[in-house]
């Protein structure tokens, strides 16, 4: 008995040495490692810095005042309109837009491959659709304006306009489909097959097995994957640049033709603008704006998601 308890009893015996003795390869992964934590902390930081710096000379420009940015809904820099909610409801309208599409199918697909499709069928029908993420979005934008508009106008008649928000916002949900769909159907096959059989045995048919019991244990991973296809609709450049319009238009109606953000960014930024001026400045105040909106629309989407996350232990 003293020699089977001697390891568990020796009173020198600390497990904490056992990080002592990493082996010359561990050491420089785990540095690393670290050094790559640190590296997308300071890109960030300074990503942060430089649109800061840059969207303070917009604001110290005589004639600019926070109250103005904020508070009208007027946007032309060149002729003293600073308001930019044109810009920001049109970029609001579209994502979401976007994610009414995309969440409600891509979350569909996802609970089929999880739950109903056979391993074949998974590994056939997966493939096919994440290959819509390999599509250049400058041909979502043309296939918005080419294809989704007519088809609109032929609903709607002509309340459509030619540019609008609404052809755009459809089309973005297509294209971020796949990523919520594969992100989704991961966090479904990842819950424990305990929580499925436990289900079977109370007497759940597979449809109340997947919406009432997987779904909410993989809430987590679905919020991650809602949280992504946010950041991805609002931060689209060039399919609202090509379908929605190339003018802000403070407006809700997203049959009408209303200029984002981003869709700002790229049409002011191909022209001629001296290093400086007030419509090069403009950009960058934009640009942090565009930050902000994404960020808050971020920690929203994770303090819902935390709020009704069921927890297993």
Same mark, same amino acid.
């Given at each position: 008995?003293?020699?089977?308890? #001697?390891? $568990? %009893? ?29 590296? @997308?902390?300071?890109?960030?930081? !300074? ?7 840059? !969207? ?18 007027? /946007? ?8 930019? /909610?044109?810009?920001? #409801? ?6 979401? &837009? ?12 996802? $609970?089929?491959?999880? %739950? ?15 290959? $819509?993420?390999?599509?250049? #979005? ?16 032929? &609903? ?23 990523? &919520? ?7 479904? @096959? !990842? ?17 109340? #097995? ?15 994957? $809602? ?11 060039? +399919?609202?640049?090509? !379908?929605?319009? @190339? ?11 209303? %200029? ?17 001026? +007030? ?30 996350? %069921?927890?297993?232990?």
């Amino acid at each position: 008995m003293k020699q089977e308890n #001697t390891t $568990l %009893e020796n009173k020198n015996f600390r497990p904490l040495d056992l990080k002592k003795k990493l082996r010359p390869g561990e050491s420089v992964i785990q540095s690393l490692l670290f050094m790559s934590g640190i590296l @997308s902390i300071f890109i960030t930081v !300074a990503i942060v810095y430089e649109l800061g710096k840059e !969207a303070l000379l917009f604001f110290t420009t005589p004639g600019v005042t926070l109250t103005k940015f904020f508070t009208t809904t007027q /946007w032309s820099p060149g002729i003293g309109l600073f308001g930019i /909610w044109p810009l920001v #409801t049109s970029t609001l309208i579209t994502s979401a &837009i976007a994610i009414f599409v995309s969440l409600p199918l891509g979350l569909s697909a996802a $609970l089929f491959l999880s %739950e109903y499709a056979s391993p074949k069928a998974r590994a056939t029908l997966k493939p096919i659709l994440e290959v $819509l993420a390999g599509i250049p #979005t400058v041909v979502y934008g043309y296939f918005a304006l080419l294809f989704m508009t007519p088809l609109l106008q032929s &609903i709607f008649g002509d309340a459509v306009q030619v540019y609008n928000m609404l052809s755009a916002g459809i089309v973005m949900g297509i294209m971020i489909l796949p990523l &919520i769909s594969s992100m989704s159907e991961d966090a479904l @096959s !990842a819950v424990p097959r305990s929580l499925r059989e436990g289900a079977y045995a109370m007497g759940a048919t597979k449809f109340e #097995t997947s919406i009432q019991v997987v779904l909410p244990a993989s809430l987590s991973g679905v919020g991650a994957a $809602l949280i992504i296809g946010i950041s991805r609709a609002v931060g689209e450049t060039m +399919i609202v640049a090509v !379908a929605a319009g @190339s003018g802000p238009n403070f407006t809700f109606n997203p049959f009408k033709a209303a %200029e984002t953000m981003t869709g700002h960014i790229a049409r002011i930024s191909g022209g001629d603008l001296s290093y400086n001026s +007030i419509d090069y400045n403009s950009l960058f105040a934009v640009a942090l704006m565009l930050f902000l909106v994404t960020l808050v629309l971020n920690l929203v989407s994770q303090v819902i998601v935390e709020r009704f996350r %069921e927890k297993y232990e």
